[in-house]
């Protein structure tokens, strides 16, 4: 089957002139550079062949036709004239006759004949079930469209539950893309049930530890139960699993610390933030007032560290700017879900914190900060991002960020700079366990960040970001749960850095093959596969298999699938 796309069939086109009274304009000698319908056969072979070509390119799908321009070309006077024409819908019959001529199905028709599994109508719950099953939320903001869309046509159904194929097209049409990646197993994790069923039972299994104390040298802290935990998941494709207290907000504390530091590079370059904060780990208490042997904090995850790279962002500005800054760029990286901010705890760490008030005044006689520098000032600003509230969800999609490179993966947006996210996962590597960040990198091998409020950021690098939350603390400042779940998760699933050595112990890989190449757009190779393998699960693709004309219908389909990847 030859595939033929859109600038072959423009190059054809601007080698044929036509004579033919263009809409509203006299009859004249016009030259069409898109969309001509001819009357007459060419001499040759040749201009046969461009006559098909431009016959199934007339009787493209009209969605996709909506995109199209034509353009004239006034022969005699070179006068030029542009009109568009948008046509706006396809009627049934027009639909009926292209299915009777062999012309394949669009992907909305094998989306719903996968679901529908034979049956002329899907119950929308039934749709919403199958969506959940590849990992998409319905409250995902890619699929705000199609959600509103779904909505708004249960309401004008008769029974407000069921959707016929050409209801459902109309809602799923604006997605289409993503839920067909979705429903062929495209994503990171292709089989995301079976996943999350395992992620439940590493929950389980950390839920029943007792051991650990809740932070009390904050008293807002103390107040947590801790009974509290939850688990929360992301994947760089949008993929969503919680279990437990996910919904509860509780304060980032040390976990912002690698959050303002991807900030600060991100603003100001690797070069300027390392002449103030140096990159080894300390092998020290995260509180302890010391500096390296060039006069510096050891690394931004350590207390010293962090209150210098708060100076870094925005100077000069006051700090309800930077504050405001600051959390724009966290609800970017979390996909605008919920970030919020405790001022019980602020205050309390704020009369509390006579330690970090210690190591500010020390780095201030030491020059640690940039001239100019209101160090009290910035220590407020340092209380402040330490009493941020997020909930597991939200702080998993941030995670999911670092994991993606820097680009949020439920909204699409760059926040961040590969060299920024990069730095950050490095640090969070090397130091982001406290004194406990060497057994973490031994026995876990991901990039991860604690704070006393007891949760754990923990990212897969392109895979996910997995954010885990109980109170109960070590001795080391780290959740007992939390680093019971990381370490049973690694044991379970290859996501150690270094389980990819050849001839090493295999585990469980939630990851299909190549997925170094999997695509975010489809090409028109695609299609074949995608009919390949949705017609098994499609009794009524009978009524619309190709029979014949495979050029034209071939065509026909570069067409949408090229749309479709714009």
Known sequence: MLHFRCSTVVKELFQVTLKRPFPGCSEKSWLLARRCCFRAASQDARARSQLRLLHAAARRPEPFAASLRTYCVKTEDAAVELDEQMKKGIDEATSDK?????ILPSLEDLLFYAVAEGQETIPAHKF??????????TGDPRLKECMDTLKETLKNTSDGVTLDRHLFKKCVQSNIVLLTQAFRKKFVIPDFQ????HIDELYESAKNLTEGQVADYIPQLAKFSSD?????????????????????PFCLQSCVKPLKYAVAVHDHGTEHVHSFIGKEPSGLRFNKLFLDEDDKPHNPMVNAGAIVCSSLIKPGAGNAEKFDYVMDFLKMMAGNEYVGFSNATFQSERESGDRNFAIGYYMKEKKCFPDGTDMTSVLDFYFQLCAIEVTCES?????????????CPITGERVLSPEAVRNTLSLMHSCGMYDFSGQFAFHVGLPAKSGVAGGIL????????????SPPLDKL?????????CTDLVEHFNFHNYDNLRHFAKKHDPRREGGDQRQSTFGPMDYESLQQELALKAPLWKEVSPTESHQDTSTTVVYRMDNISK
Do not use: Y
Request: aromatic fraction near 6%; charged fraction near 10%; charge should be positive.
């Open 458 to 469: 923990l990212v897969v690098p392109n895979v996910m970001g997995i954010v885990c939350w």
């Open 395 to 407: 702080a998993s999609v941030m995670a999911a960020t670092l994991a993606n490179g820097g680009i």
């Open 128 to 137: 919403l079930t199958a969506l959940k099953a590849t990992g998409l939320c």
């Open 194 to 197: 079976s996943f999350s069923s």
């Open 98 to 102: 292209r299915r009777n001529a062999g």
């Open 228 to 248: 509290l935990w939850g688990v929360s998941l992301c994947t760089v494709d949008g993929q969503r699993h919680s279990v437990g207290d996910t919904k509860e």
């Open 477 to 485: 400042g780290n959740s007992v749960r939390g680093i019971q779940f």
